[in-house]
């Protein structure tokens, strides 16, 4: 039996094996693709590996918004508004030190695209209760700007006039500053103490107003405006240094008190119609500089309320012969934010008031909000706002605004 | 070719694993582990002093790292706070 079998047996497996053969081939070069994708797989989880260096983190956070506006100006249309895109760096070397640079991109009216440097700092983890942030920051003066001017986190979409890039509070600087937080008693309490290289003073050319003590026609000059950006450089070599003190009697109540004393200098002068000889700048006078301000917050579950105060002088000093009178600006602004109980909406109520000592500059603004928050950090806004000019001729134009805004 | 097909399959279900840890969050030893539960009160307090509060789940651990430095250099936070914070976030993510 088994010899009358086997011949059977032989071609049996004879047949097994040509069959399997193309079989075997198939999966031999299947095998070898395998092994050489676990080997690129293993090489990528080294590179990977790489990046999980645990002593070194990096992270990008910010925001952006969009937006339009429409307005009651003849001589301006209403527009699409390309927004910003407002990129922060984070690099981290584990609890020591922090790198943070923000960046701002916008599009401007003509197409191109702007770029600014909202803040780079160093910022060296001293103790618990202290950190060092050396080199551009964004001023620790009042609350606004520091803490509630991005988009997705400011309630409206515009911020209150005097304290966007255009008024009385400071926006940034460059310099040292020691900033930090901790408990006093039963209550919590932060604080911010910097040294920096301080505003530069603009001054204004008005043709023909007085009269040249030796008979001809000059003109006068005056100060114009405070540029509270950050300078690469010190003009002028005057330093100035400012702080807050902020404290929180309970978690949901917070006051804060800021100021800033030193010097600053007019750097240049603007003016059209200029009659006289331009104005020698070199070796002009430094002017005092001082700001005061306050800050107050309240919330609870439904609502956030929040007032601040900023009050910005330049001291008396002359041009050419000419006196500059000490000139002050200030800004306040009321603001309450209702979050409508069970609901994605919040309604948000804002009252300003800029004086400047340009009747034309002045503003007060009575604004009103609703949000939808699609996500906590992702926010429709639709804003309106009324905005007067309380000088006799002068006008101003109310807007109706639309945003999207979401932090990252 | 029955081990080596079994080491094979082995081997990238190993590699697909380091890879995913790989991705997935960074298990630094810094900071010094906070307090869980301090970490709640103190995320509930502070962040609101600014912003909506943000989901736990939007960032990964380490992510939660940098973030919590950050709001501590904006926030005015103590050291402590933040290591509660980001505690409590690491492990609500």
């Known amino acids: ?408 | 070719m029955k081990l080596n097909n079994k080491n094979v399959i082995l081997s990238s279900l190993a590699a697909l694993g380091l890879a995913l840890s790989a991705s997935a969050a960074i298990a630094a030893d810094y900071p010094e582990k906070g307090n869980f539960v301090k970490g709640a009160k103190a995320w509930a307090d502070n962040c609101v002093r600014c912003h909506n509060l943000r989901d736990a789940k939007e960032l990964r651990d380490d992510q939660w790292i940098t973030t919590g430095f950050h709001m501590r250099v904006r926030g005015g936070l103590t050291g402590q706070e933040t290591r509660d914070i980001i505690t409590f976030l690491q492990q609500s993510n």
């Open chain 1, 1 to 408: 039996m088994s010899k009358t079998i086997k011949p059977f047996h032989k071609a049996l497996l004879a047949a097994a094996i040509s069959a399997a053969l193309p079989i075997t081939g198939f999966a031999a070069t299947d095998l070898e693709l395998l092994k050489q994708e676990v080997a690129q797989l293993k090489n990528d989880v080294k590179d990977a590996k790489e990046w999980r260096n645990q002593n070194s983190l990096m992270h990008m956070a910010g925001y952006a918004n969009v937006g339009y506006v429409s307005n009651d100006n003849p001589a301006m249309e209403d527009s699409f508004l390309g927004g910003t895109f407002a990129p922060i760096f984070h690099y981290q070397f584990r609890d020591q030190v922090m790198l943070e640079a923000e960046l701002e991109l916008s599009t401007a009216e003509d197409g191109s695209t702007e770029v600014a440097m909202e803040y780079l700092s160093i910022d060296w983890i001293i103790n618990d209760n202290m950190i060092l942030v050396a080199g551009q920051f964004l001023s620790p003066i009042g609350n606004f700007r520091q803490n509630l001017h991005p988009s997705w986190i400011n309630k409206l979409p515009s911020a209150a006039p005097g304290f966007g890039h255009d008024g009385a509070a400071p926006v940034s600087d460059i310099g040292f500053q020691l900033r930090g937080g901790f408990h006093l008693g039963g209550m919590k309490a932060n604080y911010a103490v910097y040294a920096s290289n301080g505003p530069e003073i603009k001054a204004e050319i008005a043709p023909d107003l007085v009269t040249d003590p030796a008979g001809g026609a000059i003109d006068e000059i005056e100060y114009d405006g405070i540029e509270a950006e950050a300078f690469g450089a010190d003009a002028d070599g005057e330093k100035v240094f400012g702080g807050r003190f902020g404290i929180l009697p309970m978690p949901s109540l917070e006051i804060g008190v800021s100021f800033i004393s030193g010097k600053a200098t007019v750097t240049s002068y603007e003016g059209d119609e200029f009659t006289g000889t331009d104005p020698d700048l070199d070796g002009i006078a430094a002017s005092t500089y001082d700001v005061a301000g306050m800050d107050v917050s309240w919330r609870s579950k439904s609502f956030d309320v929040r007032y601040e105060y900023i009050k910005s002088e330049v001291g008396e000093t002359s041009i050419g012969g000419f006196d500059l009178a000490a000139t002050e600006w200030s800004t306040w602004y009321g603001q309450v934010a209702y979050k409508i109980p069970s609901t994605k909406f919040e309604a948000v109520l804002r009252y300003a008031d800029f004086d400047s000592p340009h009747g034309s500059k002045d503003l007060q603004q009575t604004s009103v909000g609703l949000n939808y928050l699609i996500t906590n950090n992702f926010i429709a806004k639709l804003g309106f706002e009324s905005n007067d000019n309380p000088n006799a001729g002068q006008k101003a134009y109310d807007r109706a605004l639309v945003q999207l805004a979401y932090g990252f």
